[in-house]
């Protein structure tokens, strides 16, 4: 019983985390990121200013961030979400603890999600009173990542059926850790890039600017600070080597994580091993061709969200696969 429970809620942990990931992506693409130029609140309240009286206060006590309340609402929904992830996240490790002689109920995970959940606080506030800096937006977006992987884990790892230890797949075991750590770097870099606002320096596609390799300063594009209120570097070429880094990842990821797949769908062995190779496979792919066509058609929203939501979506079925290489169907 206390399996079937844990599952449950580290499944609905994992469908809620996906969700905030994907509305954070939808925050900083409409430039919602500064709606609320406080934290934990907004504008000194639980809710967004709505009447005159509350626009008007607090205009009057951020002046530099006057009311856009489209905005704020977005933040702020956004923000409302992490309170009940926490609950979760207690109520996983409370079971974990209560159970904890049962070998079939993980327990590192689900404590080493609170200090991760409470770090993941400490970087949204953050990301707020150091407006936008991009090391912290991208340090915000790595964990929420690794929150998902974490929850993802765990709802995978209790799923209900008999768990057996796997001990011939040892080659996948090393394979699949080297796909979640190439899909890792990958985000960092699509988070660097988004934060830099470096997505569309390169406007065409396959090529860039018209040529194959344009001017670019790498040194420049990857300082770590820039100082407080910073939106990225002012010079192009910083932002094109920014965005030419993320193209270069990108074909790294579809060939290694593409490949790692193709073999686990093809030589798995078992069928565990077989969908999550193929999820990977087919997941990879539709991600490659959502970042040429978010290129082309210049950073349409929907599909910039859904670029977003796609590599989480990859990176849990590269956590699937991590799984099923330790365990028998």
């Known amino acids: 019983m206390a399996e079937t429970w844990f599952h449950r809620l580290a499944l609905i942990g994992t469908v809620l985390t996906l969700v905030i990931v994907m509305s954070g ?3 900083r693409l409409t430039d919602a990121g500064l709606g609320c130029p406080d934290w934990p609140g907004c504008y000194g309240q639980l809710t967004p200013p709505q009447s005159a009286a509350e626009i008007e206060r607090a205009n009057a006590a951020f002046p530099d961030a006057p009311v856009e309340t489209g905005k704020a609402w977005r933040e702020m929904l956004h923000r409302y979400a992490i309170p009940f992830l926490g609950l979760i996240v207690l109520a996983l490790a409370a079971i974990a603890i209560a159970n904890r002689d049962d070998p079939f109920v993980p327990l590192l995970v689900p404590l080493l999600l609170i200090p991760l959940l409470g770090l993941q606080a400490a970087l949204g506030m953050l990301t707020v009173t150091m407006l936008l800096q991009p090391i912290i937006v991208v340090a915000h977006l790595i964990g929420g990542m690794a929150t998902l ?47 830099n606002y470096a997505a569309l320096a390169c406007p065409d596609f396959p090529t860039c600017q018209s040529q194959w390799w344009p001017d670019a300063s790498f040194a420049d594009g990857f300082v770590p600070w820039r100082g407080l209120g910073s939106t990225g570097p002012a010079d192009s070429q910083a932002r094109t080597a920014i965005h030419l880094a993320h193209r270069i990842g990108a074909i790294v990821t579809l060939l290694v994580v593409g490949g790692i797949g193709l073999l686990a769908a093809l030589r798995g062995s078992h069928r565990g091993m077989r969908l999550a190779g193929a999820a990977m496979t087919v997941v990879v792919a539709i991600q490659a061709a959502l970042g040429a066509t978010i290129v082309l058609q210049r950073l349409p929203l929907a599909l910039a969200v859904a670029h977003n939501g796609t590599a989480a979506v990859l990176l849990l079925a590269t956590v699937a696969l991590i799984v099923a290489a330790w365990r028998q169907a």
């Open 25 to 27: 992506a939808w925050v």
């Open 149 to 195: 992987a974490l929850l993802g884990y765990l709802a995978m790892r209790t799923w209900p059926r008999e768990p057996q230890i796997l001990s011939p797949a040892t080659r996948f075991r090393t394979l699949a850790v080297a796909a979640l750590a190439v899909v890792m770097v990958q985000i960092a870099l699509g988070g660097w890039t988004s934060a």
